[in-house]
């Protein structure tokens, strides 16, 4: 069955100081992965997705990044964090664009 | 406008009781739609999918309902636990030149009290 893994769960970070959160996928090949941010009572927003190592597409301009060095690593990065940056952060699969599931999550906090 | 309206936005009700939530959408060309369920802190979990010439579909104490003509659905609770406390967030697939756009409403928090 197919299993996303996400790290760190919650994280707390400066204003200005870089980040990095890391999805990885078991029992799948080749899916399309996603990053999704949700803030508090607004829907989920979709950042980045990729259908295959080394293709990012970005959906929002903003200070975040997104790679994929690997088929089942998706890693959502930034340089410089801003306060806009926080929320609950959460990355999904989808086969060939069928139903998604979900990572757990990564809350990220910024101060 | 978002593509997705959900509404109650937020309800509590008494553990054991019913309760229907709406999902009114204006996606096209529609593909599915799909009832999610999540927990606080957590990820979203899917409950139903639902395609075109469906109308209803179960999963245990859900019922998902679909009416294509009217752009609307529902997510029907029955018999309500307190572990139904979670947030439900209606997603509708569009299918245009060659790829899946999702549209994500912004949930019903629903809150199952003792």
């Known amino acids: 069955s197919q299993t996303i893994h996400q790290w760190p769960a919650t994280l707390v970070q400066p204003v200005g100081s870089p980040l990095s959160l890391e999805c990885t996928v078991e029992?799948?090949?080749?899916?399309?992965l996603y990053w999704y941010r949700q803030a508090a009572g607004r829907g989920l927003q979709l950042l980045f997705y990729?259908?295959?190592?080394?293709?990012i597409s970005s959906e929002v301009p903003q200070n975040l990044s997104a790679s994929r060095p690997q088929d089942r690593q998706f890693i959502l990065s930034s340089k410089k964090l801003l306060l806009s940056d926080s929320g609950f952060y959460l990355c999904?699969?989808?086969?060939?664009?069928?139903?998604?599931?979900f990572g757990a999550g990564s809350r990220l906090t910024v101060l | 406008k978002n593509q997705v309206e959900q509404s109650p936005q937020s309800l509590i009700i008494l553990e054991g009781k019913n309760c229907t939530l709406q999902?009114?959408?204006?996606?096209?060309?529609?593909?599915?739609l799909r009832w999610y369920k999540q927990d606080t802190g957590r990820g979203p979990v899917s409950l139903t999918i639902?395609?075109?010439?469906?109308n209803t579909k179960s999963n245990g104490r859900y019922t998902a309902t679909l009416d294509a003509d009217t752009k609307q659905s529902s997510l029907h609770i029955t018999a309500s636990q307190l572990s139904d406390s979670a947030s439900y967030i209606c997603?509708?697939?569009?299918?245009?030149?060659?790829?899946?756009?999702?549209?994500f409403g912004k949930g019903n928090q629903v809150v199952v009290i003792p």
């Open positions: 999904a699969l989808s086969p060939e664009g069928g139903v998604l599931t």
């Open positions: 029992g799948t090949s080749n899916p399309n």
């Open positions: 990729s259908v295959g190592i080394g293709q």
């Open positions: 999902c009114n959408y204006t996606v096209s060309p529609f593909s599915n």
């Open positions: 639902m395609t075109f010439s469906e």
């Open positions: 997603v509708v697939s569009a299918f245009k030149r060659g790829n899946n756009r999702l549209a």
